[in-house]
């Protein structure tokens, strides 16, 4: 794995941020389920649901709801799409808006080092309509529907730290980063650097089926239109891979 090309994208993804202009920062913590079922030998399903709250736990600012189909092209890379359902709390409007999503994925894992460390690449295309609201007679209503094309690229890396009681239950060391990217022109945001994700946390693989990862997230959002925002966010994520496929 080329760790210094990685380590020079998280530091340039930093540096941008760290340069712009009337940055907000807030504390977050985000909740996630992601899910895997390989039904058969070449296709399978993906469930994801994530819950993002304020530091105290009071106020629902984000929930999104994923589903797809997967395609698997070998045992490291598959394809999927779907659909994404996102609410967004607003504060100047004290109501949610609504993003309807259509989503598409190549991914490829490797590993290395004995196989026990493991190099993902994802690349995702997005079609996002994001209503735009406002008041009517005290009411949130939506006055219109705003479209937007974006590319992300995660890189993450899964670093074997040791076992527990047994080779089946591991410690590993989760370093990703991902970058999203507008483009064309559109409504929602004209940067060309819509946001970036920067996470560093531990993770626990029981028999490659569940894992659980907790860590320290720092989410960078741009805007053209309001200032930029810095999310300093604790991530506590649930991830199943199963294989439901009769032998």
Known sequence: MKLNK?????????CWSAFSQKTIENQRVWFSY???YKVSKKW????EAQFRLDNELKQNLQNVFRVGGIYFLSSSKNISGG???INTFSNTLDGYYRENRFWEQYQYNK???ENKNTLIHRIRLEQRWVEGVGLVDGNVSTLESNYQNRIRYLNRNLFHLGNLNSE???????VQNEIFLTLGNNKINENLIDQNRFLVGIGLNYNNNIRLEVGYMNQFVSSSF???VMNHTISVSLIQNLVLQKE
């Open 168 to 174: 089946s239950e591991e410690v590993y060391l989760v």
């Open 226 to 228: 309001s200032n930029d």
């Open 111 to 113: 590993k290395w080092h």
């Open 44 to 47: 399978g399903y993906h469930i």
């Open 34 to 36: 992601t899910g895997q």
């Open 83 to 85: 659909y994404a359902l």
């Open 6 to 14: 990685f380590l020079a994208f998280v530091f340039i993804g930093f």
